[in-house]
Each structure stands twice: as C-alpha cells, then as structure tokens.
C-alpha cells in the first residue's frame, strides 16, 4: 500500500503505479494486508461524500477488474480463522473476466474447462452481477445440473453466492430502492434501477425456453440429464452461453462441446494457478481417487469417468500404431445391433501373444449386409446403400487383407420376427461364418474376466480414437445415494461406449488358445500364441479378393 491516502481527485485517472499484463494501469493494491487498508480508506473516505460515492461507482462501472478488487469479497469454508476474505484477483482470473467481457460484448458462446477450486463460479457471478448492477435492462438465466445448487438459500448454491455478493457491498454502491426482501426472491434477482434481472431455473428439457436473455449462465453441464435439449433451446434464447464443467468422461454434450465443436474455448487449470505447484498436487492425489484426480484436477476426460468396467486400459494400451501383418492370423469380433449401432473390431495375434486391435467400425440403422463389404473388400451389389468416402476408404483398406476367424454375438442367432432369419444366418449365406459361445460364457461376469485378462496383452491402433474412447469411457451405473439396496451392480450401462466394448468382450470368451498346463503365465501365452501362428500358417488360405472399382461405386445410391 502506498503511504499516501488515495487521492479523491484521481480516483478517475488513477495515478500509474504498474502495468498488468493486460497494459492497463492498476492502482489498487492486491497484496492482502494492503488490499484490506485499501477498502477501508476507501469507504472512509466515500462515507458521507455523495459526490465521491458517484466518482467511485463510475470507476467501478468502467473498470470490472477495480470492482472485483475492491468492493467484492468472497468467502472459502475450507479457511480456518477468516473465511470471508476480500475478493483479489490472480493475473489468470483477471484474464478469465476478460474473457467473459470479450464473449458478451461481441456475442459469442464461451466454454470453460475447469479444476476445481479455481474460482470459475465465483468469478462468473461477479461478472454478472456487475453487468446487473451498471447495464440497463440487463438479463440473464442461470442453472446447474441439480436445482439446489441453482437456489436453495445458503452459499453453496449461485444464487447463494450472489446473495452474499450483494450482502458485502456498500450500501451506496446498491440500486436505488434495493430491498432484498421485496427484490430478491426463489431464483431471482431484480435491480429497481436499472430494470435489471438474474433468473434461474431448474435443469429440465424446458431449461431456457421461457424467454430471452443478454447471457445463460450453466454450471456442470456434464453432468446434467437434459443437456442436449437444454442447450438447443438456449441457443434459440440467448447469443451468449458461458458454459462451465469439469469432465464426466465423453459421450456428453460438454465434452463434445470441448473436443468436438469450434467453440470459444477457456482453461482454468490448475497449473496456472499461482500457489499451487506440483508438490501440492503429489499431496492432493494421495487425497483423491484416480478418477477425481482426473475430473478435479486435471481435466482428464477419459479417465475421469466413475465406476470404469476397465479401469485397467490405460496408455500403454494404445501408444503405438498397429499395422496389419499378413504373417499373423486376424480375427473379426462382431456385435449386433438391434436398434443400434452393429460393431466390427479387427484384431491380430502375435508369437508373443499380444492381441493387436488393428481396426474398428461400427454403423447404425443398416442391414447385415452393409458391412459384408468391410470383411470382403468386395461390393457386389450396391444399390442399396451409399458409402460415404471414409467408408470406401476402410473397404479399400481391408480389400487385400486374408480372411477372417468370426467370433460374436450368440444374440445374432435369434430370429428377426420380420424376416424370420437371423443376422448370423444371412452373413453365412455370403460366406462369413461367425463362432459364438452360448450358455455361462456368454454372461456378461465371464465376458468381464476375460477381457480383464485380455486387456494386460492387448495393444491398439492410437489412432482409433472411437473404439479407445468406448473402453475408457464404458461405466458402471452408479447407485443413487439415497438407495438402500444391497444387490450388487453386474452390468455396466449402455450407452455409445457398449458396442465397441461388447465386440472386443466377444473376442476375449471367444479366443481360441490352448490351455497349457505347465509353466508361467507369460510362457502359457506365448506357447498357446505360437501353436495359433503354426496353425493358422499352414492352413491360411490364399486370397482370390478382387479390387474394388471405386470410380464405379462412390456415387451409386
């Protein structure tokens, strides 16, 4: 803190004490103890001076960051002493309420990945309280993925923490006529002054179809049940949606918002915040679970995932390429989709006996025969679909390929009560003959076992991100918290993950190995591998596949 007083008349061209990053000039203390003297000479000085007050608020109208730093406070459970602390800013979270600005001035959508205890929260409401206190007729809608943390009167929840915003400034600082109770209300939040307001509303499929707004505000959103509607009907409300989450894993519409789309992008990571460093984060993860480590702090989306069927896949798994090997047997391990997508892993055994996931695909809403062309390399008849050119090229891929050992899905031999013939029956009237185990084997706990087993010896192509993704991502549900059962969890969720990860369980119940009776595991392996290897290159067949003409079938219906 300088030792001289702040001086009224600069209060609007405050005398140059440093440059932040941002080159604009800061003349408000943030170390702590000189913060606090700050505020209160400050406050002193505008107690009973009605022409400072004003010059005060027009600084704070035109210079947010001056607003955060000296009339916001926060407030932190996890202090021990004091846990309502002055609200100062790290050089990170100065550039974060940039952002924010930048999005709403110029009306764009904003992403946020986050760590947690960054802030994030508090900062956003910050921002908007201040464009609800100096905007006219300023709007905004907020939410969470759980109705409680959107409003249920304590500090945990946004409106919560608004409330205690509010309770912290000057009373000169409030709109004209402000009374909070008469203005502030069950998700609400009304400026008499300005005709300003803060709503919020539960996290339903109506999320935000009730008006129009300057920004929406949602919290969590990979966690929330109604993502997808709730998002498109935001955009039809607002231009502006800051969007905040840390990961759930992917196959949600935050992580395909963070990996998938040309969003506006911010990271809050923990790396950039100042007084953590990698000795705090070794004692947080002797604190915290895998998974929370990855949710919670380090914006891992894959395993950030709670209840992982195979929490044993991991990077080693799939940090090579894995080419096909003409000297190796390849297997074809199939899952078939009813109303869903029908999955096809391609794998190759080595003398060692690591499994090797050369390739994967997986389609929706086509018949059996779609895929015929992905084992064969051949189309022969191709009227009936249209291959879009990614498709063609894996067909080209696999035309010189051998053929294939089948394993699957013992559910293909059930009858399709319209056609009155079963999936594995018209892919043995085109000349693929798929194996399938019925009985204990095909039980989901033996499927488990066996692919635990596989998973130490497998290594998959790096670059079938789907297929990586779908083993990372597949979970177990998890229980309600309220629920008294005792029965035990056995089948994992379904949902985009199950396919690929069902195809390569068919695989693992399915695999053809001799059962050695003598030596380590490691040798039982390697000796049941290499009688595969013998075997399969004495009897291996040789291909008579015929290329495919792309020039004739790319553009047939």
């Not at 009373?171 to 909070?180: A, G, Q, R, T, Y």
């Not at 759930?248 to 935050?254: E, H, M, Y």
């Not at 989709?337 to 190759?348: F, I, N, R």
């Not at 039980?443 to 079938?464: E, G, H, M, S």
């Amino acid at each position: 803190m300088p030792e001289e007083k702040i001086n009224k008349e600069a209060i609007m061209t405050p005398e140059e004490r440093w440059l932040n990053k941002r080159g604009q000039v800061v003349d408000y203390p943030k170390i702590y103890r000189d913060n606090l003297l700050y505020r209160a000479e400050l406050l002193n000085l505008a107690e009973n001076d009605t022409n400072f007050q004003n010059m005060v608020k027009e600084r704070c109208r035109r210079d947010i960051w001056y607003f955060f730093n000296t009339m916001l406070w926060t407030f932190d459970p996890r202090e021990v002493e004091v846990k309502s602390l002055p609200f100062i800013t790290y050089e990170f979270q100065d550039e974060y309420i940039g952002d924010l600005d930048n999005a709403l001035t110029k009306g764009f959508d904003l992403l946020t990945e986050k760590s947690r205890a960054m802030g994030a929260s508090w900062l956003t409401l910050g921002f908007l309280l201040h464009k609800w206190l100096f905007k006219d007729r300023f709007t905004c809608l907020i939410g969470s993925y759980i109705e409680d943390l959107v409003d249920n009167k304590t500090i945990d929840s946004h409106f919560g923490r608004l409330d205690y915003l509010v309770d912290h400034l000057p009373k000169w600082l409030l709109p004209n006529n402000f009374e909070s109770s008469k203005h502030r209300n069950a998700m609400k939040l009304d400026n008499p002054e300005t005709n300003s307001i803060i709503n919020g509303y539960a996290p339903t499929e109506r999320f935000s179809r009730a008006g129009r707004y300057d920004c929406i505000f949602v919290d969590e959103l990979a966690f929330w049940k109604h993502a997808r509607a709730a998002w498109t009907a935001m955009g039809d409300a607002t231009k502006v949606r800051f969007v905040t989450s840390t990961p759930n894993g992917k196959g949600n519409l935050f992580a395909d918002l963070a990996l998938k789309s040309n969003i506006k992008k911010s990271v809050l990571h923990w790396k950039r915040h100042p007084l953590k460093d990698e000795e705090w984060y070794e004692n947080e993860k002797k604190r915290r679970t895998v998974e929370e480590v990855a949710q919670e702090l380090d914006i891992n989306y894959n395993k950030s995932v709670t209840g992982r069927v195979y929490p044993g896949f991991d990077e080693w798994n799939f940090n090579e390429k894995q080419l096909y090997n003409k000297d190796e047997p390849l297997f074809i391990s199939w899952d078939f989709g009813l109303s869903d997508e029908t999955a096809l892993v391609w794998l190759q055994i080595n003398r060692e006996g690591t499994v090797r996931v050369i390739d994967a695909y997986q389609k929706s809403g086509v018949g059996i025969d779609f895929f015929v062309p992905f084992v064969t390399g051949e189309i022969k008849s191709f009227r009936r679909y249209k291959y879009t050119d990614e498709e063609f090229d894996l067909i080209e891929k696999h035309k010189n390929w051998q053929d294939a050992i089948h394993y699957g899905d013992p559910t293909g031999e059930n009858l399709n009560q319209t056609s009155r013939t079963s999936v594995i029956k018209q892919l043995r009237e085109m000349g693929i003959y798929v194996q399938t185990r019925r009985g204990e084997m095909f039980k989901f706990k033996q499927r488990y076992t066996a692919t635990q087993l596989l998973i130490r010896r497998l290594k998959v192509d790096k670059d079938l991100a789907d297929f990586i993704d779908a083993i990372q991502n597949a979970r177990f549900p998890k229980r309600n918290d309220m629920s008294q059962s005792t029965t035990e969890i056995v089948l994992p969720i379904h949902d985009w993950t199950s396919h690929y990860r069902t195809a390569l369980e068919f695989y693992a119940v399915n695999e053809d190995l001799k059962r050695a009776s003598k030596g380590s595991m490691l040798n039982k392996v390697a000796e049941m591998a290499e009688d595969v290897m013998d075997n399969f290159l004495k009897l291996r067949p040789k291909p008579t596949k015929g290329k495919v003409n792309s020039d004739k079938y790319k553009t047939c219906a």
